[in-house]
């Protein structure tokens, strides 16, 4: 067990390595100069050259990336070009937003996801299996800002139920800081849901057709129990996995949700970065997200020798 933990943890050495390489390279490869963007229209080239010198743009491209990586690992992300703030600053500053709705979401997801597929499965080829099935069709073929702006149109502007768009942070209250995540959270999660939901479904139904199910049904266990601590344990593991999936989903879809619903997380800093060209935030953003899926990836590797006692052997 140890042995394979540790190979899971070294594995991710390598993979965020390329991501700094790729995220060091974004700011030197992207058109146009930073020092120039930095310093503005009327700069002269003497301003820019000084510009250049103070970030160490002129200094060889390998000496760069060291110093970089230096930083990066001292959990200095740099400067923002136009509010002349730190990154890490600026995204402590948006992530409680961020991390609310992906919890939001993740929570509407498994709860309506899961027994959806368990439900399917058990009525296999019946009218509610049809439906959960349409379901899920339909959650894959509705854009997120569509959704969205449907939710808020019935729930907010017909219904007055829920606020349209803004986010309450916790120091306003838990109710006030929820009532303003349904409605995001439930159209980030429709995608999310039917993916899940579909994924359960089939995993269960796999499970539901081996002989050991047969057996537990023959004895007269209860269908739930049958379901529950039969069927639904043994098909964990692609259900865990698609939920790892499902997560690394959600940090792309909040950028899109946050733009419709005004939230000021980090989906809506990365938007505003990258209209802005804010290098120093998107790479830092970038640098973020993709540790954060890493972590993610790992994490639900990790959680493979739990649910699976061969892989533990």
């Known amino acids: 067990m140890t042995a394979y933990i540790l190979r899971r943890l070294l594995s991710t050495i390598p993979v965020m390595s390329v991501v700094a390489i790729f995220v060091f390279m974004l700011l030197r490869l992207a058109p146009g100069d ?26 060889p491209i390998w000496e760069q990336f060291v110093l970089w990586i230096g930083d990066v690992l001292s959990g200095d992300l740099g400067v923002s070009i136009f509010s002349n703030l730190p990154v890490t600053t600026l995204i402590a500053q948006r992530l409680e937003p961020t991390l609310m709705l992906m919890t939001a979401t993740l929570l509407v997801a498994i709860t309506f996801a899961i027994p959806m597929g368990v439900i399917a499965a058990w009525k296999a080829r019946t009218i509610v299996d049809r439906v959960v099935m349409v379901f899920s069709v339909f959650g894959f073929a509705v854009p997120v800002f569509l959704a969205g702006y449907m939710l808020m149109y019935v729930f907010s502007i017909e219904l007055r139920w829920l606020p349209v768009q803004g986010y309450k942070p916790l120091s306003d209250g838990l109710w006030p800081s929820v009532r303003s995540l349904i ?4 159209a980030l999660g429709m995608t999310y849901i039917a993916l899940l939901a579909r994924i359960t479904r089939a995993s269960m139904l796999e499970v539901l057709s081996q002989d050991y199910i047969r057996t537990a049904n023959a004895k007269g266990l209860a269908t739930s129990r049958v379901l529950l601590l039969h069927a639904l344990k043994n098909a964990s593991i692609p259900i865990v996995t698609v939920i790892g999936i ?11 949700t946050e733009t419709v619903f005004n939230i000021p997380g980090l989906g809506r800093l990365t938007v505003d970065a990258v209209l802005k060209r804010d290098y120093p935030i998107v790479q830092g953003l970038i640098l973020v997200f993709a540790a954060t899926n890493v972590m993610i990836n790992l994490l639900i590797d990790l959680s493979y020798a739990f649910l699976d006692p061969r892989i533990r052997h």
């Open 246 to 256: 499902g997560i690394t989903l959600l940090i792309s879809g909040v950028v899109i």
């Open 183 to 186: 409605l995001p959270a439930v």
């Open 34 to 59: 930073p020092a120039a963007l930095i310093a503005g229209d009327d700069a002269t080239l003497a301003d820019i050259e000084a510009i250049r010198g103070r970030l160490g743009l002129d200094l």
